[in-house]
Structure formats: structure tokens, C-alpha cells
């Protein structure tokens, strides 16, 4: 019964796991966590792989050694980077990746037109061909990384003119009716999604993969025996590379701002 009360770490490269935090605590309130952001290193999604797995692996260790009982890997580009290796490693302990939410876009339409954004990480690995190569006959899927936008969230910066600018020139070329749904592949995005929704127009789904990930969270712990048994509200710590106040007060601000998310 103590394991089922220690927190669930959730990690990710800066402030945009906090994204799936806010679905882990909705699904979850009576869980503790811990996040850990790594926003001095952020954005991952245009380092190597070998640069993304020794971050990751470094404090995924950092939060076992804090008396993690799971670890969600909230971040789309960590996760294809390593979650097989990290999941070999520590076996006794459930390892919750993320993976851009194409399955349930594709399958809200009949052959719809799938606009994918994501780090260009996650796009050229592995785990994204297998996952384009599942749904492709299904769907059109238009796979667009994103380089730049990263930095935007991390810099608090979720509205306003040069933001949209900035976006207004990637999404140029996508439109519906050839777009019927956008998918948000990696877990910054999310913040920004209203500026992205006014671009593409209210005729444009989007679909996130912070609410699954919860769900998958809560499935794995179950399955352990897990679940904290509490009924009490549990506790929500934040941890940073980047240690400053305004860091703090930005990941406060992104977990209890309601305005962007679903
Ligand atoms: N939030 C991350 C993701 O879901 C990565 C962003 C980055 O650091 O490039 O992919």
C-alpha cells in the first residue's frame, strides 16, 4: 500500500508535458506528481539521438532515485528516441510513452485529410513510419515538423502576433476541405492551440495525446495494483533545470490555465 502513495513522475525536454500533467490530474486528482521539465535543453527535437537518450536517461534515473512508481515520458520526442530502451531497463517499473494521436483522427472520418505537427525528431524516427504505415491507406496524412515552435511555449509565449505570424506561414500551404483534422504530436502544442484552430478554421478537429496517455496511465497502475487508495487531493511538484521563479511561475501558469486546452 505505501508503493501505491508514492508520486508518478512525468517528464518531458521543457513545459509541454505539462500539457498531459493536466490530463493525468484530471483523470487522477488523488495521485501525487513530480515534473521534471528540461528546459535548459529544450528543444529536443532538433538534437541527435544520442543527445536525446542521455538527457532522457539521465532524469528518468533523477526521478527513480526520487521514488518515482511510474514514469510518464510526456514528451512525443523522447518517447521515439528511447522508450524501448528505457522500458528494457527498468522493467518493474510501467514506462508511459506518448505517440502523436493519428489513430483516433484517422478514424474520425472517412478518409480524412490528417495534418500531423510534430518536432522533426519525431517525425524521421521509427516509431512514426511504423505508425504512418498503419493508418496511411485509411487516411491522407501530411507529416509536418515544426521547428521553432518549441521555443515560443517555452517562452510563455502562447498568443499574439509573432506566434501567428510564425504559424501562419507553416500551416500556409493546409487547408480544409483538404484538412479535416490537425493532430498535435508533440505535447507543447497543445498551449497553442487556439492560435492554430483560428488559422485553420472551426471545420478543422484537433486532437491531442495528453487524454489517452492519462488513460493509459491510469490502465497500467491498475494492472500493478498502483492506484493510490487515497482520497485526498495528492500534491503536484514542480522541478526544472531551468530553477528560476519565472520558470516555476510559467509551469503553475500552464497547469491551471484552462484557455487553449480541450
Ligand atoms: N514536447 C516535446 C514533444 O512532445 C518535445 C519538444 C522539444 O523539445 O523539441 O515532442
Do not use: W
Amino acid at each position: 500500500m505505501k508503493d501505491a502513495r508514492r508520486p508518478i513522475a512525468v517528464f518531458d525536454s521543457g513545459v509541454g508535458g505539462i500539457s498531459v500533467l493536466r490530463a493525468l490530474v484530471d483523470l487522477m486528482p488523488n495521485e501525487n506528481y513530480i515534473y521534471y521539465g528540461d528546459s535548459i535543453h529544450a528543444p529536443y527535437g532538433s538534437k541527435t539521438l544520442e543527445e536525446v537518450r542521455a538527457l532522457t536517461e539521465m532524469h528518468v534515473l533523477h526521478l527513480l532515485e526520487a521514488g518515482a512508481k511510474a514514469v510518464v515520458i510526456a514528451c512525443n520526442t523522447a518517447t521515439s528516441a528511447d522508450i524501448s530502451i528505457l522500458r528494457e531497463r527498468y522493467q518493474h517499473i510501467p514506462m508511459i510513452g506518448i505517440e502523436p494521436a493519428v489513430k483516433p483522427a484517422v478514424e474520425s472520418g472517412e478518409h480524412p485529410g490528417v495534418l500531423v505537427l510534430a518536432t522533426p525528431m519525431t517525425i524521421r524516427e521509427m516509431k512514426f513510419r511504423t505508425l504512418l504505415m498503419r493508418y496511411e491507406k485509411d487516411a491522407d496524412i501530411y507529416p509536418l515538423p515544426c521547428p521553432g515552435l518549441v521555443e515560443y511555449i517555452e517562452r510563455g509565449v502562447l498568443s499574439g502576433p509573432s506566434l501567428e505570424g510564425f504559424l501562419e506561414k507553416l500551416l500556409a500551404p493546409y487547408r480544409y476541405p483538404e484538412i479535416d483534422c490537425v493532430v498535435l504530436g508533440c505535447t507543447h502544442y497543445p498551449f497553442v492551440a487556439d492560435a492554430i484552430r483560428r488559422i485553420l478554421g472551426p471545420k478543422v478537429a484537433v486532437f491531442e495525446g495528453g487524454p489517452g496517455t492519462a488513460r493509459e496511465t491510469r490502465r497500467r497502475l491498475q494492472e500493478r495494483n498502483l492506484l493510490n487508495p487515497s482520497q485526498e487531493r495528492g500534491f503536484v511538484r514542480f522541478e526544472n533545470s531551468l530553477d528560476t521563479p519565472e520558470e516555476m511561475r510559467l509551469c503553475r501558469m500552464l497547469l491551471n490555465s484552462k484557455e487553449n486546452m480541450k
